[in-house]
């Protein structure tokens, strides 16, 4: 995105070096890594970093109003909503595909945006990686608000642990020991020496929580949560004695609440030019547009991607029965916005990943995550067998006085 960086990058760049930083991070927990990490970060000019910004804050805008809540409390589905809800997310990540704009300019339009935790502990592992085995320009940073790495993981643990000595915090996720980002929960356990434990080994004495470590009873004072209720209600082969629904002594990092209000649901309530115009099916009243072919359908309760209509016909609209659990979305299109060696434009996706302690008025932006494609869409089916694509971060250039 800065053509001087990228191809002085491109050119010193080499298979040799590649390797050793895939080895570093592979070999880090004796675990190779289940998905795909790409040859390079990606550098994000001044004028999109202004952009990117601009269009965060005015998403946190909303976020932080004071009828948010109120506005949101429909996104909780019936059955699902856990007691001892806190008064904000602790956790947000705001998803962006980097597009041209009418003068041809980069922009940010928003995806997606999640009141629940990403790779917050990952990101710093390997964006020092990158520093390590690549040559990054010195002032540029992939942390933010004046954070170094030292600062931020500091801020990260007290969102995490809020205090509590390691042991009496869990990072509870469904077989942690199975999932495709456990190199996350190992930075976690490493960086702060919080354990990964399988919601179906959490149980009840009375209103508390424990688990055990060998052969030692402990007590669960607070959850790091990556348990999603969909992946949850798939399996119905896991015996459990708390499900998240019972009324227990124990502080959430990352209630499960705020990851249905801040979602799918809460993007028509963005109205800004960074997001792609998207209203709740119900609010078209039965009269559609007539270019269909041009938006995107998505039910609001579902998990990653099932259900998604992305050519549109009026038949996929005009039948559903609970249109107020739907939206419609305006597709954008993403920019080719990073040059690989090859030539070939490869498309990116920024995250931007924010903490919120207790007692800030707003959420803190701390760093990023960046997802690259080749393909007709991101994800892995549509990466097979190709290069400089995949996870990595964004280097983003220094402010000028």
Known sequence: MIPLLREKYNKEFTEERYQEFMNFLNTRYDYEIEFRIAETPVFIPG??????????????????????????????PKGKSVPNEDKHTQFMAI?????????????????????????????????????????????????????????????????????????????????????KTRVDFYAVKEFFGVPSVCISAVYRIGRKLFYKSGEREIEIKRIYNRVIFDELDNRKDLNLDFNMLNDVDVEWAGHPNWFFRISKFSMPLVKSKYVPETKYLSEYNGKFPPDLENYVLKPLFSFAGTGVIYDVKPE????????????????????????APDGEGVKTEIRMLYLWPYGEPRPIACTNLIRFSKGVMMGVKFNKNKTWVGGSTAFFEPDHD
């Open 47 to 76: 004028e999109l970093k202004k952009r990117i910004f601009e269009a965060c804050d005015q998403i946190i805008d909303v976020v932080t109003s004071p009828d948010f809540k109120e506005k949101t409390e429909r996104a909780i």
């Open 95 to 179: 998803d962006f595909a980097i597009c041209h704009d009418g003068a041809g300019q980069l922009t940010p339009q928003l995806i997606e945006m999640q009141g629940f935790p990403s790779l917050f502990a990952f990101q710093d592992l390997i964006s020092q990686a990158y520093k390590t085995y690549f040559n990054i320009p010195e002032n540029f940073d992939y942390l933010f608000s004046g954070l170094n790495s030292e600062e931020y993981r500091k801020l990260l643990n007290h969102v995490i642990t809020n205090g509590f000595p390691a042991e009496n915090v869990i990072l509870m996720d469904i077989e942690p020991h199975l999932q």
């Open 316 to 339: 996929d609209v005009t039948f559903i029965s609970d249109p107020e659990n739907y939206i419609l979305q305006k597709k954008i299109f993403y920019a080719p916005a990073l040059k």
